[in-house]
């Protein structure tokens, strides 16, 4: 507390340091000199608990870019205002350390920049409960690999096309990548709710749209698909893993794919199920039934 001990022709002002992260009752007595002799204030203050504070969205290589025109944000600005979450937009998942994030989504240059160090602390991360949201595809290349070295400890794997392994001829990489594309790119796939697997991160969702997907693969018993590939039940286009907070592959590397397309798709559902990590809808109503501030202040002076 700072402040003056006597009267004045600028009245009295004091300036007090009080601590509103925990609940609490502060109580204090300020002596001062007036005309009469010595006066005396009483302050009392009362911390109330309050709702805790919004958590953290992290994007990992922001969808706000040069590359992106207004009119092919607006869906995905609609959904982000609708989540009750605060947005952030870092470069790569290693400048982490300051934030508590609720969900970490890792796309394109924030996958391609990742350091061999970021995957124990991200493991830690959703062990704790933090999910964590990766998109990736051969069509932007060098995110499978990079995503599958995240994804392994959890038992998910972005397919490729398998043209970078050693040893191949030019003619032999071609091949791979001409059958790739005639086996996912030529085609759009359109998933009905029969190839959507009953979950909370898919509620709400009965019809998809997959432009130029990547297969997910489960690697273990601990993942399980959410969007089976309708040409072929082996393979699924999203899975999940659940170590703690929810682990999701995303076969497709560009968000714009989900947020993008409307009726009669629910692509953009899917995409705000899995960045709240629960159904959407119960996640945006319980944001709205409390205020979301930090502790409240009560107090009076006597």
């Known amino acids: 507390m700072k402040g003056p001990r006597k009267t004045g022709q600028q009245g009295l002002a004091w300036t007090f340091a009080i601590r509103t992260d925990k609940p609490g009752q502060y109580r204090t007595t300020i002596a001062f000199k007036c005309d009469t002799g010595v006066g005396h204030c009483q302050i009392a203050l009362e ?114 096309d398998g043209s970078r392994e050693p040893g191949l001829t030019r003619d032999e990489k071609l091949q791979r990548i001409l059958a790739w594309q005639a086996r996912y790119d030529q085609t759009p796939f359109d998933v009905g709710s029969e190839h959507v697997a009953l979950h909370p991160l898919t509620q709400g969702v009965k019809r998809l749209h997959w432009f130029r997907p990547c297969p997910v693969i489960c690697t273990n018993g601990t993942a399980r698909p959410l969007v089976t590939n309708p040409a072929d039940l082996e393979e699924c286009f999203a899975a999940v893993a659940a170590p703690g907070g929810y682990v999701v592959a995303v076969g497709h590397s560009l968000w714009g794919a989900l947020a993008g397309v409307g009726w009669p798709y629910d692509n953009d559902r899917f995409l705000a199920n899995i960045l709240a990590g629960d159904d959407v809808e119960a996640v945006i109503a319980e944001g709205a039934a409390g205020d979301n501030s930090g502790g409240i202040v009560a107090g009076s002076i006597l």
């Open 47 to 160: 911390i109330k608990e309050g709702r805790p504070a919004l958590p953290d969205l992290i994007w990992c290589d922001s969808p706000f870019n040069c590359t992106t025109s207004a009119e092919s944000l607006q869906s995905l600005v609609r959904m982000l205002s609708a989540l009750p979450f605060r947005m952030h937009y870092l470069d790569a998942s290693s400048e982490l350390d300051e934030f508590r994030p609720k969900t970490i989504v890792l796309h394109q240059s924030g996958l391609l920049v990742r350091q061999a160090n970021d995957v124990e602390p991200l493991q830690r991360l959703v062990a704790a409960g933090t999910n964590l949201v990766v998109l990736a595809d051969e069509f932007f290349g060098g995110t499978t690999g990079a995503a599958n070295t995240i994804l392994a400890p959890f038992g998910l794997q972005m397919k490729q």
